[in-house]
């Protein structure tokens, strides 16, 4: 069974920092592109971040650029990200998700996590 399990979100300051952490199962890093993507209230869903592992290619957003890292720890079945100098605007839940082809889209995400809370406060 594929699964995806966030944790590490929680309340900061602006420009704070925060790291998210994605522990897999059911599959193995290299099998999939692994994204973070974010659900803010009253918006739709937006990608962030991918990494695929295979070739350690990411990708990133323009509005998260420079600001977060994403990285994957193979043995650990882990994707983590780290996200420094937050701001009130990336507030948001943020999911894990697992997908074959590479990019920030949604729609090219299969497997998702249950989300976690991030919330900046100015």
């Known amino acids: 069974e594929v699964q995806l399990v966030e944790s590490g979100g929680g309340l900061v300051q602006a420009g704070g920092s925060l790291r998210l952490s994605c522990v897999v199962s059911?599959?193995?890093?290299?099998?999939?592109?692994i994204g973070w993507l974010r659900q803010a209230p009253g918006k739709e869903r937006e990608g962030t971040s991918s990494?695929?592992?295979?070739?350690?290619?990411?990708f990133y957003s323009n509005s998260v650029e420079g600001r977060f890292t994403i990285s994957a720890d193979n043995a650990k079945n882990t994707v983590y990200l780290q996200m420094n100098s937050l701001q009130p605007e990336d507030t948001a839940v943020y999911y894990c998700?697992?997908?074959?082809?590479?990019?920030?889209?949604?729609?090219?995400?299969?497997?998702w996590g249950q989300g976690t809370q991030v919330t900046v406060s100015s």
């Open positions: 998700a697992a997908g074959p082809d590479y990019g920030l889209g949604p729609d090219l995400f299969k497997y």
């Open positions: 059911g599959f193995t890093l290299d099998d999939y592109t």
């Open positions: 990494i695929r592992t295979s070739d350690l290619s990411t």
